[in-house]
Structures are given as C-alpha cells and as structure tokens.
C-alpha cells in the first residue's frame, strides 16, 4: 500500500490541523490503519489507531484532543488535532496493516511536518 500524508505545518498553539493520508492503492487485507509521530532522537509513538470495523483507540496524551477517521470511497485516512500543544510538535506518519499487532510493521507514509508554537 502506498502512502502519501499531507497536511502539516505550523500553528500557534490552541490551533487545529487536519492530517491526510492517502492511499494509492488499498488492497482488501489491509485491516487496521492508524497514525504514528516522532521526534529527533525519541522512539516513535503511536496517537491513534482505526480498524476496518472503525474502532478507534487513542494515546492519552492526545485523547479529547484527537480524532481518527477514513473515508473508504476516497482511500483516506484523516486525524484532525484541536487544541495542539507544544509537545504536539513531531513528524507524523500514517500507517497501514493486516491487523493492529502488525501496525508498526506495516506499510508506512513519507511523513508530513507538524510544529506547534508556544
């Protein structure tokens, strides 16, 4: 599955952004897609997670602030980010697999930029 995030960028903070990830091509397997971020020298955290059958599991650093979602008719996965904080600021990947155990393992995004300013 090809990935392709966009969206980023740079915002004050009490800001909203609204990542997209589309995929080139979904193939029927892919069961569980979800968003990661990194920062320089940190491992890279998983924020938010949704299934084939739309369950949805957030990080609680981000929870009420946070929402994951895809439009199957368009091969997009969306995480709209209210509220961002400084801490929010990281590389943000998108992320596809068979299952959710697989997530990190999976097919990953080239990684959209998003800085939030205190």
């Known amino acids: 599955v090809d990935l392709v995030e966009s969206g980023g960028g740079l915002v004050q903070a009490g800001g909203s952004l609204r990542l997209s990830c589309a995929a080139a091509?979904?193939?029927?397997?892919?069961?569980?897609m979800g968003w990661y971020r990194q920062v320089p020298g940190k491992e890279h955290e998983l924020v938010a997670t949704?299934?084939?059958?739309?369950?949805?599991d957030y990080a609680d650093s981000v929870k009420g602030r946070f929402t994951i979602s895809k439009d199957n008719s368009k091969n997009t996965l969306y995480l709209q980010m209210n509220n961002l904080k400084p801490e929010d600021t990281a590389m943000y990947y998108c992320?596809?697999?068979?299952?959710?155990?697989?997530?990190?393992?999976?097919?990953w995004g080239q990684g959209t930029q998003v800085t939030v300013s205190s």
């Open positions: 992320a596809a697999s068979t299952s959710l155990s697989l997530l990190s393992r999976g097919s």
């Open positions: 091509t979904m193939t029927w397997n892919i069961h569980a």
């Open positions: 949704i299934t084939s059958g739309g369950d949805t």
